[in-house]
Structure formats: structure tokens, C-alpha cells
């Protein structure tokens, strides 16, 4: 062997899906997208995610866990907290004691929520006032059409679903933006002062009614609509919850279809991904769980974040019906021997901006799923540092099962950085790893994945459920 071909032999080399996908996963890999676009325009809250899971999932055979009076090795359940959590089970054919297989995503994304009482007219002008959700480009939410989704209670109690922008007669929404004639003192400032977050006022009105008598006339207007069309008056927007999301669909992206963008793929796309590979399950090994939670984008707090006790309090039920009941150490030994894929979307290196990124620990799109060792930032602060011997178990599982996978950490050491629901998990002494997708354009309205990653994820999920 001469010193090219042992070079050869010993370097590291990234796959590339599109090289070496089997030929005859392409198709699978076509409709799995095609499947993912509709997740994505079916869910853009984390409300809306849950309903689509539950639909997905009776569809598949599972039931809610008060329905099951005994459970068995293959039944298939879910649970649900405050509509915005979900976690679905498959029984394994071993002691659950010996651990569960975890896999777990969020289902929010950052976005404008209106505040408790948003509207008020300017000018002749009616906007509702917004307070940003989770870490955004200010300046990227001006001038794009959006869409009013939530929920509404009445005094009496009754529950009024919003959803406006979304059909093609629907009206959409709007953060205006000033014109560059007019922007000299606005494009002198820093990209991230551009834009206030005061400023990031909707445009819903502008038309005038009533006599001269009411002051506002227009705000008038847009509360008599209101009223009309949902029955609901200016208190219910105290106690309401209304998310502003992009009102436009879910894409295909290049010329050769190559790509999805769309809003929200943060993490949705690692949500579909996992609800999809545990629907495929029989009888697992070890029971199988899918987890998505809400509040990740904020720091996985309150009582439907990772943070809360849903995950353990449901464990904990699952433990009771199949073994009678729930004692400390049990619960402890289920957990300490379980294992978690933190299912979270990585930065896609991206040519156009390279200073921010070290290419040999960047993952890049159509190089397959990206494992994330740690996550944090500047020193790993924030981050679940997963053990040699829990990556080399997975690493193993992936390629055993042709996943096509790579290796990456979020950017440069010194430039930023993020974390995940991963250490929150760890905290329970489990072991866990993030991995999942890289992203183009990551915390935009419109971020961008590659085809072949998500079903690389998908491939991934459904090997752990299988192999571990």
C-alpha cells in the first residue's frame, strides 16, 4: 500500500447524501418531503403541532394512556399536557426498568405574540402591539405578510379559535417598514437597533366608521369585526394567546427541488421526523418514546417546557400501570438507564457567511444528519456534553443502519453559540446527545433544509427506537 492509498484509508471524509443514497430510497425520500410540507402548514403554533401529532397518531393506532385500564408489550399511547405537549409511547417487550429509548423535539418556534391588550389606533391607522418570542432578526419580520393564529376564551368560558391569513380569500397582516428615501437615520444604526421591538406594531385597519362621535374610528371598526365574525370583545385580548406567524406555505426550494424552506423548522422538522420513525415500531426492546415540548426558544420554562414535570410525572404512570405502581428506586433505575436523542436542528455552514463558522466542526446541507457532541456557548457554558462511549453506541446504531450522518458544533468558539432541551435531560442522569438537521437561515420566517438530511433523520430516529 503506497502513502496515497494509506492516506486514503486513514483520513475522515463526509458522505454526501445525494452520492450515496441507495437509489432506491430516493422516491421514499421524495414523499417523506412532500409529507413534511403539509406537517409544516398544519402546524405553525405549538398548539396546532399537537393537534396534527394526535390526528397522526390515532391514525397509527395509539390511544390516550386514561383509555388503557393495563398495558403490554407493543401497545401504543400518548399523553397530553395543556395541549402543547405531547408524548407518545410503544410498550417494549423488556421490564421498562431496563429504559426507555427517548427521542425528544420541541414544537415552538420564535415568532411575535400580541401583547394583553394590542390594539389601538394611530393616525387613522389600527395595529395590534406585539412582544417578540425567542431569538429573531428583528428587521427580517417588516414587510412580509403574517397570519393571526390562537386561541380566545369569552367571559363565559367558551373557546374561540383564531386562524386568519392562512386561506387564499384571507386577509394577512403586516410590520411596516420605512422607505430607503426616507431610512438614512434608521441604516446608520446596528442591524440589531434597526428595528424596536416596539416597533414591531401590526397593520390590521384603516377604515373608518361611526359617527364623528367615536374618536376612533377605525379601531371602531376592527373591534366590530372582531365582534361580528368571533364574538369576542377588546377584554378577551387579556386573557388570549395570539401568535403572529409568516402567512406563507411551506416550499420547495431550488430548481432541482433540492431543498424545503418554510417557517418554523425550528424544530419542527426533527419533530415530524420523530413522530414518523415511531409510528413505524412493532414491539420495541425497550419502550419507545417520541417527546415534544414547548417553551425550548425561551429557555424550556413553565409548566409545558422541559423544565416542567410532564415528562416525569408520565413516566412515572407509565411505570404504575405496568408494574402496579411507582416507587423511587424503580423510577430512578428506569431513568438512569434509559437514553435520549436531544432531536434538535443544527447551522448548516453557509457559503455566504464563513467567517462565523470552523468548516472541519460545521455540518453542512446534504451531508446527512448531524450529531452535536455539545452545544453552549464560549466554553461549552449551557451545553450536555455527551460521554465517548454514548456517541461511539450511536455513531454504531447509525452506521450499522446506512444512516448517512456528520459531525458539528454550533459556529466558532468565541462568536455565539445556543443550547437545547440536552442538558435538562442530562440533568435526570441520563444519558443524551443532540442531533438532528442542519439549517439554513436558522431563526428566520424562511429557514431552509435539505431534503436528504430529514429523511437521514427520520433513518436515524427509527434505528435508535430499533437498535439501541
Known sequence: MDDKELYEKLK?????????????????????????????????????????????????????????????????????????????????????ESGLNIVGAHIDSPRL??????????????????????????????????????????????????????KDDDPVFCVT??????????????????????????????IGVGSNEISERVKYNILNILNINYDITESDFLSAELE?????????????????????????????????????LNTPKHTAICLLVDKEEIGSVGNTGMLSRFFDMAVAELIGKLKGSCDLLTFNRTIANSACLSSDVGAAFDPNYPSVMEKNNQSFAGKGMVLMKYTGSRGKSGASDASAEFVHEICSILDKNGVIWQTSELGKVDQGGGGTIAMYIANLNMDVIDCGVPVLSMHSPFEVTAKGDIYMAYKTYLAFYNDR
Open 113 to 166: 405574540d400580541l401583547k394583553q391588550n394590542p390594539l389601538y389606533e394611530s393616525d387613522s391607522l389600527a395595529f395590534f402591539k406585539t412582544h417578540y418570542y425567542g431569538g429573531i432578526k428583528k428587521y427580517q419580520w417588516t414587510a412580509i405578510p403574517l397570519a393571526i393564529h390562537g386561541v380566545v376564551y369569552k367571559k363565559d368560558g367558551s373557546r374561540v379559535d383564531i386562524c386568519i391569513g392562512e
Open 177 to 206: 417598514d420605512l422607505l430607503p428615501h426616507l431610512a438614512k437615520d434608521q441604516m446608520s444604526k446596528s442591524m440589531a437597533e434597526g428595528i424596536e421591538g416596539e416597533s414591531l406594531n401590526i397593520l390590521v385597519g384603516g
Open 12 to 96: 475522515y471524509e463526509r458522505s454526501d447524501v445525494y452520492r450515496d443514497m441507495p437509489d432506491n430510497e430516493r422516491r421514499a425520500m421524495l414523499d417523506f418531503a412532500d409529507d413534511y410540507r403539509y406537517f409544516l402548514d398544519r402546524g405553525k403554533t405549538e398548539r396546532e403541532c399537537c393537534v396534527e401529532a394526535i390526528r397522526m397518531a390515532e391514525a397509527k393506532g395509539f390511544v390516550k394512556f386514561d383509555d388503557k385500564k393495563t398495558l403490554s408489550a407493543g401497545d401504543r399511547i400518548y399523553f397530553t399536557n395543556r395541549g402543547k405537549n405531547i408524548l407518545l409511547a410503544v410498550i417494549g417487550s423488556d421490564d421498562i
Open 244 to 280: 403572529i406567524v409568516p402567512a406563507f406555505r411551506a416550499r420547495n426550494v431550488g430548481l432541482d427541488n433540492g431543498f424545503i424552506g418554510a417557517y418554523g423548522q425550528d424544530d419542527r422538522v426533527c419533530a415530524f421526523t420523530a413522530l414518523r420513525s415511531i409510528f413505524e
